[in-house]
């Protein structure tokens, strides 16, 4: 489980730049960091490969949209923190083209991260990415999209 | 075209991938957000949803695909959002639905009352661990019989105590008791407060253990290994556990369990189980009763018996009074009362709850006797 702070606090520490053009306000003050490599999920196109396309936000993807008031998380990147949920996801329409999960263990220096649940899944976050977030150095395994056992 | 209002977000990743909306009569829409190249909007595959068949996707009963294979009127509806202010339905012919529109086999909806973090900080508040449990009916219902919810609160309070005294002993007997601090109209979400306080690791190790315990039983699928689990818990644990499965079997009752399992690391441990993996488990010890038997013995002395009123005793040992019954009589014959002839006794050990108190009561049965000496 990632570890609440504040984001003036985390910004003093480590001084870091976001990968992306965030408004205003974005990250939220109250936010949380993985201090201890906590792992993180993100659906990913390939099996085997994170590439910088999987690291486009929906707002940077769809500029046109109306994300209304929702833009601040449009601005971030959807990620879990279980492989079930992860797996569970990729079963959607929207989602199936994606056909792997990258599990990165994370750093502090990667980013910030706020629970944004749904109420079908208290496990998803939305990650505001830093510049030092690079997916040629990063600890990243992958996963395969595999069918989970029913549900009971 | 219908407009609909937006309700709730009921899977979101990147943008809402599952919704509810409803229109002006207060019907209910099931959207699903599907792939479109529109720069402008998102489209949504919706069906007309009822409040019961919404509650069994939401009760993990039903999958998402079998919502949308069949439809309760038949109808579906493609849905234009533009924002959340602006979203348009239009009947859609169902031999329109692409394949790519519609989830994969398999989607349970795994909609959460309980929330980890807010468990987590009760139990940093309090200083002991927290846990819940959550019922649910075959419908999903939201509501539940008084009487079943204390009887299965009742039985589900003595199965982890008795696990928890025959795993770590009776003097931590007390760490197991449960002590109802909150609950949640959903689903019947009841949060406890258990009694063992957090190490310095911020753990309640032995309590968690014994929730474990108990929880892995439910997810064991082969018989040799669920005759391996329950054997390591024989004795009162599996007489307390039948009698709450039996409870959940008779009234159709799934649960959920959960608890904080440690504080530093802010994790919580725990599972739901299901009708099946109740009924597989009751079934067992149905048929393996002798499991729940215990046998104690007490070195002391009679202070009275009769053959009347069921064969009752009072037997002394160490200065405690045991009191019991016997099916045999005549067990009673040639035994002499009173503090100098001392006897090693075997009982049949039972637990019962007393129905005042609702405290837990240990009767006994005399199975065998034997003289010592006199002194």
Not at chain 1, 72 to 79: E, M, N
Not at chain 2, 104 to 128: H, M, P, T, V, W
Not at chain 2, 150 to 167: F, G, P, S
Request: glycine share 4%.
């Amino acid at each position: 489980m990632y570890t609440p702070t504040k984001l003036t606090e985390y910004l003093d520490k480590y001084g870091v730049s976001w990968a992306k053009t965030l408004p205003e306000n974005t990250p939220p003050e109250d936010i949380v960091v993985a201090y201890n490599k906590e792992p993180l999920f993100r659906l990913i196109q390939k099996e085997e490969i994170m590439t910088e396309n999987d690291l486009k936000t929906h707002s940077e993807l769809y500029p046109n949209r109306n994300f209304g008031n929702n833009l601040w998380k449009a601005s971030g990147l959807s990620s879990l923190c279980t492989l079930e949920d992860a797996r569970s996801m990729a079963k959607l329409p929207y989602l199936k083209h994606l056909h792997g999960i990258a599990e990165i263990t994370m750093s502090p220096e990667y980013g910030v991260m706020l629970k944004t649940p749904s109420n079908n899944c208290a496990n998803h976050y939305t990650w505001w990415h830093t510049t030092l977030f690079d997916l040629n150095n990063a600890e990243i395994q992958y996963r395969e999209i595999t069918l989970q056992p029913k549900a009971i | 075209m219908i407009r609909l209002n937006f309700i709730e977000v009921i899977v979101f990743y990147e943008v809402p991938q599952i919704f509810i909306a409803t229109d002006i009569f207060d019907t209910k829409y099931l959207c699903l957000l599907y792939p479109h190249d529109d720069e402008l909007c998102y489209k949504y595959l919706a069906v007309r949803i009822s409040e019961k068949r919404l509650n069994l996707f939401k009760g993990q009963i039903i999958d998402l695909l079998s919502i949308y294979q069949d439809p309760e009127d038949g109808c579906y509806f493609d849905v234009v959002v533009k924002d959340a202010n602006d979203i348009i339905a239009t009947p859609l012919p169902a031999n329109l639905i692409q394949p790519f529109m519609l989830p994969d086999d398999g989607f349970y909806c795994n909609y959460d009352a309980i929330d980890n973090e807010e468990l987590i900080s009760r139990s940093l508040q309090s200083g002991k661990i927290m846990s819940c449990i959550a019922f649910s009916d075959i419908e999903n219902s939201h509501n539940i019989d008084v009487n079943v919810l204390t009887n299965a609160l009742d039985r589900y309070q003595a199965m982890v105590r008795n696990c928890h005294i025959k795993r770590f002993g009776k003097q931590y007997a007390s760490e197991a008791n449960m002590r109802a601090c909150a609950l949640q109209a959903a689903s019947f979400d009841v949060h406890f407060i258990l009694n063992e306080t957090f190490d310095m690791f911020g753990e309640a190790s032995r309590i968690s253990s014994t929730l474990q315990k108990i929880d892995e039983i439910f997810s064991i699928n082969s018989s040799d290994e669920l005759k391996e689990k329950i054997e390591e818990l024989q004795g009162h644990t599996l007489s307390s556990m039948r009698s709450f499965l039996q409870v959940m079997e008779k009234n159709k009752l799934s649960f959920k369990h959960k608890w904080v399992k440690s504080t530093l690391e802010k994790s919580t441990s725990g599972s739901t189980i299901s009708l099946n993996a109740i009924s597989r488990v009751y079934d067992y010890l149905n048929t393996h009763t002798e499991l729940e038997e215990v046998t104690t013995e007490f070195v002391g002395y009679f202070a009275s018996g009769t053959v009347l009123n069921k064969g009752k005793w009072i037997f002394i040992c160490d200065k405690k009074r045991i009191t019991g019954t016997t099916d045999e009589s005549n067990m009673f014959n040639g035994i002499t009362l009173g503090e100098r002839h001392q006897y090693k006794i075997k009982c049949m050990e039972y637990q019962d709850t007393n129905p005042v108190t609702a405290k837990p009561k240990t009767t006994y049965k005399l199975i065998e006797c034997t003289r010592l000496n006199s002194l």
